[in-house]
């Protein structure tokens, strides 16, 4: 297991289709607004991360018709507690397969043993 420390993606993500779901980040339509919202974006992001935020304009054509997705991103270290919720994600997870390949295991032998006799 990976003990060190990963970057972390912190995302601010709008979804703009039929249906908006982030009305706080929706963004205007004229581009001196446009400007002035992605300014408030970045002003919420670590001044050490701004000059490497990056943003990803995409279209998703979904049931309800096409949909604009902004994302706005950039990567910073991971916390302390950041680090332990991951660390015990991946130990919960490994514990589980665990207990899958074993039970897996005890039935495939018993039905191999049935089988040998």
Known sequence: ?????????????????????????????????????????????????????????GAIIGYDGPETTYEISYRRPETDEEMNARLKKISRETMLQDSNDRQTYERLKKKFEKEKK
């Open 1 to 57: 297991m990976n003990n060190e420390h990963r970057q972390y993606k912190v995302e601010y993500v709008c979804r703009i289709g039929t249906h908006p779901i982030c009305d706080e980040l929706r963004p205007p339509s004229k581009i001196f607004d446009f400007k002035q919202w992605l300014d408030e974006i970045l002003e919420r992001i670590p001044d050490e991360y701004q000059f490497s935020t990056e943003i990803d304009i």
